[in-house]
Structure formats: structure tokens, C-alpha cells
């Protein structure tokens, strides 16, 4: 069993829907939460980071982390064509473990049709 | 903001070949630089953690001796994958790091190797 799983999707919106992606992950001692945008043939560019529990909020995208659940969610409001991306959710452990250590979800491609 | 740079950002090899990977930070310098794999419609694995003066650092089940890091300077690593073949076509990815956190790190755009 994977340490992350992502809901594969493919996910296909119209304009201006509310999108939820999600992942679930099993290890407990994951405390930092990321979620990337990774567009096609491009590395992944950071989107948000939480930490422990709880809700985060920038623009148009929300991050919750729900530790009890081992269950994290990324919801985009008012959704865009330029949304149209794959979205990769990430975990680390400590503060002394580097971001650059993190497992990564198997992303979950969004298309967001005008 | 901070840039990343990968060079090429294709190449096409014959099998037995070796290619050569440039991983540059434009603008700030690095404490450390991660090397990654991408195969289609999989998650980032990475591959090893490399340091400006020292020996990179492999994860388990990365052979050392056919991906070879190089880390000259704060703003430049290299990966060469040596004799290589079909099984190493895939999306290869630097990101640079000045710090612990998620938002001190930024990725490169990738390098796509394909091995005939």
C-alpha cells in the first residue's frame, strides 16, 4: 500500500465549478501538507502548504487537513481553463525533514472546460 | 521569485549512451539541490539529495554508478545517467532549496529523456 494515494481523476469541470481533490495517506507522522500545480511537460510550482490540521485559504484555493482522518483536500473555487492542470499532493514529517524529502501523491489531472 | 533552470529540456539517446543533465538556480544559491523521476501519470519519486561540495545522497534502490551527480557550485548540479537504456526514458526533474520548508524549494521545468 502506497503511503499516499491521490484520487487518480481524470477530473473534467465546466467553468466556474468548485473542484475538490483529494488524498489520504496512512503514516502519522506526516505534520507538513503541500499541494503542487504541474502543468504538462513543466515541473510542479507550489500552490500551498499547511501544517497539523486545519484550514488554509489564498485566492481562490482552499487547503484542509484533517489529521485525525489521515484525509487532505484542495477545493478551487470559481474554476478556471487556466486551472487545467495535474495537482500533486505532497507530506512530510518533521521540521527537520527536508521539503525536499516529501512523497508525493500520483496527481490528479483537472480539465476545466470554458 | 526564484528560478530553476533544466538543461536540455528533451533528448533523444541512443541506448548505451550518456547523457548529461544541468540543473541551474538562476537567481538565489542553493543549499540543496534533489534530483526526481516522473513516469507518465505517476508521482514524483525522487532519486537523490545532493549537496554543493559533497556526495549526493541516494535513495534506496538508485544505482549511484549509472546516475551520477555532480554538484559544483550553489547554483549548478548535474545528473548523468550513464548507459543508458529504454528503462530510463522518463521525465526528469531538479528542484533547488535554501531552506527545510516546502515554499524554499522550487522545481526545475524537467528534462525529457527518451532512450531508443
Known amino acids: 500500500q502506497k503511503e499516499v494515494e491521490q484520487d487518480p481523476g481524470p477530473l473534467s469541470v465546466p467553468e466556474g465549478a468548485i473542484v475538490s481533490l483529494n488524498c489520504t495517506y496512512s503514516n502519522s507522522a506526516f505534520q507538513y501538507f503541500m499541494w503542487y500545480r504541474q502543468y504538462s511537460r513543466k515541473g510542479p510550482e507550489l500552490l500551498m502548504y499547511?501544517?497539523?490540521?486545519g484550514n488554509k485559504e489564498d485566492g481562490r484555493f482552499t487547503a484542509q487537513v484533517d489529521k485525525s482522518s489521515k484525509y487532505i483536500s484542495l477545493f478551487i473555487r470559481d474554476s478556471q481553463p487556466s486551472d487545467s492542470a495535474t495537482y500533486l499532493c505532497?507530506?512530510?514529517?518533521?521540521?527537520?525533514?527536508?521539503?525536499?524529502?516529501?512523497?508525493f501523491g500520483d496527481g490528479t489531472t483537472l480539465t476545466v472546460k470554458p | 521569485g526564484a528560478v530553476v533552470s533544466q538543461h536540455p529540456s528533451w533528448v533523444i539517446c541512443k541506448s548505451g549512451t550518456s547523457v548529461k543533465i544541468e540543473c541551474r538556480s538562476l537567481?538565489?544559491?542553493?543549499?540543496?539541490m534533489f534530483w526526481y523521476r516522473q513516469f507518465p501519470k505517476q508521482s514524483l519519486m525522487l532519486m537523490a539529495t545532493s549537496n554543493e561540495g559533497s556526495k549526493a545522497t541516494y535513495e534506496q534502490g538508485v544505482e549511484k554508478d549509472k546516475f551520477l551527480i555532480n554538484h559544483a557550485s550553489l547554483t549548478l548540479s548535474t545528473l548523468t545517467v550513464t548507459s543508458a537504456h529504454p528503462e530510463d526514458s522518463s521525465f526528469y526533474i531538479c528542484?533547488?532549496?535554501?531552506?527545510?520548508?516546502?515554499?524554499?524549494?522550487?522545481f526545475g521545468p524537467g528534462t525529457r529523456l527518451t532512450v531508443l
Open positions: 505532497a507530506m512530510s514529517g518533521s521540521l527537520n525533514t527536508n521539503a525536499g524529502k516529501s512523497t
Open positions: 499547511t501544517y497539523s490540521s
Open positions: 528542484s533547488a532549496s535554501v531552506g527545510d520548508l516546502a515554499d524554499t524549494q522550487y
Open positions: 537567481d538565489f544559491q542553493a543549499t540543496t
